[in-house]
């Protein structure tokens, strides 16, 4: 069991603990072995798909929610990429976001049962200082780390209930707010595509924009939200910044989780735009 510790650098101390502990190989079933996607590891400090916007899309096309996981253990090479990212994600956005892998008991209760959730055995914790912007920042940054998982060939689930949360808290630094958790492993599927929303549903204005503001809010449709609620707005402003780039405003909806599906939904906008053809109205930081 490998729980995010406390302290400043939880996720220093957890790349140390999960280099020092062999992994349990396991007995691997061949035939899922050879059915499952495998992509090569990204190098130390980069993601690839920030300047490949193909492979951006085509993992926001595969990713789905998936609550079901098998025995298959996570490999060393794939934690310490993800443990990459949520470094990174945790220096960019002012989080304390951790890896717990081999930490079954999070997911171990009646409420988890009930909400299909099954051996989940490894999950991404996402807290930080309480502050006016960290819903927003767990969003961007916490999908930044699902995207990578899918990329590595794992599946995600982000989880606002289901799970034990004082356990999960217990686990944190003095002061920390637990905002939510995703869990990660190799799904006993690849879950299936949401409903979605139209273009016009969820931005304005609806005719005469540029085709990047369109491949942005497709972008964003396909971004998890909980309860699929796909509450927030997008807006093409009609104004400029300085540079001439087009300002898009993003807007959460209603709810408790809407402020995190907004920065969910702000990554694949991104992703989907290309982040040189716009500039924010909101900076997320
Ligand atoms: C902020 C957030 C909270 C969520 N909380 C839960 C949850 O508590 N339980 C659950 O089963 N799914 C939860 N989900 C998963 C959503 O139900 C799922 O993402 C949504 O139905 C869209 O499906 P997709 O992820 O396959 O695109 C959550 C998703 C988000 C983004």
């Given at each position: 069991m490998n729980m995010c510790g406390k302290g400043d650098a939880p996720v220093e101390e957890q790349e140390q603990a999960s280099q020092a502990k062999p992994q349990?190989?396991?007995?691997?079933?061949e035939s899922q072995e050879a059915a499952r996607p495998r992509h090569a590891v990204p190098k130390?400090?980069?993601?690839?798909?920030?300047?490949?916007p193909e492979t951006a899309m085509s993992l926001m096309l595969s990713r789905h929610a998936v609550r079901s996981f098998t025995d298959e253990p996570i490999d060393q090479q794939t934690r310490e990429a993800l443990q990459r990212e949520v470094r990174r994600g945790n220096e960019a956005g002012r989080l304390h976001m951790c890896l717990a892998w081999?930490?079954?008991?999070?997911?171990?209760s009646r409420l988890a049962h009930y909400g299909?959730?099954?051996?989940?055995?490894n999950y991404l914790v996402i807290a930080g200082p309480a502050d006016k912007g960290l819903e927003a920042r767990a969003g961007y940054f916490g999908e930044r780390v699902v995207l990578l998982a899918q990329q590595l060939g794992l599946n995600s689930c982000w989880v606002?209930?289901?799970?034990k949360r004082r356990l999960v808290r217990a686990?944190?630094?003095?002061?920390?707010?637990?905002v939510i958790v995703v869990a990660l492993g190799h799904g006993t599927t690849e879950g299936k595509m949401h409903p979605c929303k139209s273009v016009p549903q969820v931005s304005?204005?609806?005719?005469?924009?540029p085709a990047w503001f369109t491949r942005g809010v497709e972008a964003a449709l396909l971004a998890p939200t909980a309860m699929n609620q796909q509450g927030f707005w997008i807006t093409l402003t009609g104004r400029r910044d300085l540079q001439s780039r087009d300002i898009v405003q993003i807007q959460p909806g209603g709810g408790p989780c809407a402020k995190i599906d907004a920065g969910i939904a702000r990554l694949h906008f991104e992703l989907g735009a290309g982040e040189k053809n716009f500039a924010w109205q909101d900076n997320l930081l």
């Amino acid at each position: 069991m490998n729980m995010c510790g406390k302290g400043d650098a939880p996720v220093e101390e957890q790349e140390q603990a999960s280099q020092a502990k062999p992994q349990d190989q396991g007995e691997r079933d061949e035939s899922q072995e050879a059915a499952r996607p495998r992509h090569a590891v990204p190098k130390p400090g980069s993601v690839p798909w920030d300047e490949d916007p193909e492979t951006a899309m085509s993992l926001m096309l595969s990713r789905h929610a998936v609550r079901s996981f098998t025995d298959e253990p996570i490999d060393q090479q794939t934690r310490e990429a993800l443990q990459r990212e949520v470094r990174r994600g945790n220096e960019a956005g002012r989080l304390h976001m951790c890896l717990a892998w081999d930490e079954p008991e999070a997911f171990d209760s009646r409420l988890a049962h009930y909400g299909n959730f099954s051996g989940v055995h490894n999950y991404l914790v996402i807290a930080g200082p309480a502050d006016k912007g960290l819903e927003a920042r767990a969003g961007y940054f916490g999908e930044r780390v699902v995207l990578l998982a899918q990329q590595l060939g794992l599946n995600s689930c982000w989880v606002a209930m289901s799970y034990k949360r004082r356990l999960v808290r217990a686990s944190l630094p003095k002061g920390d707010r637990l905002v939510i958790v995703v869990a990660l492993g190799h799904g006993t599927t690849e879950g299936k595509m949401h409903p979605c929303k139209s273009v016009p549903q969820v931005s304005k204005p609806a005719i005469n924009v540029p085709a990047w503001f369109t491949r942005g809010v497709e972008a964003a449709l396909l971004a998890p939200t909980a309860m699929n609620q796909q509450g927030f707005w997008i807006t093409l402003t009609g104004r400029r910044d300085l540079q001439s780039r087009d300002i898009v405003q993003i807007q959460p909806g209603g709810g408790p989780c809407a402020k995190i599906d907004a920065g969910i939904a702000r990554l694949h906008f991104e992703l989907g735009a290309g982040e040189k053809n716009f500039a924010w109205q909101d900076n997320l930081l």
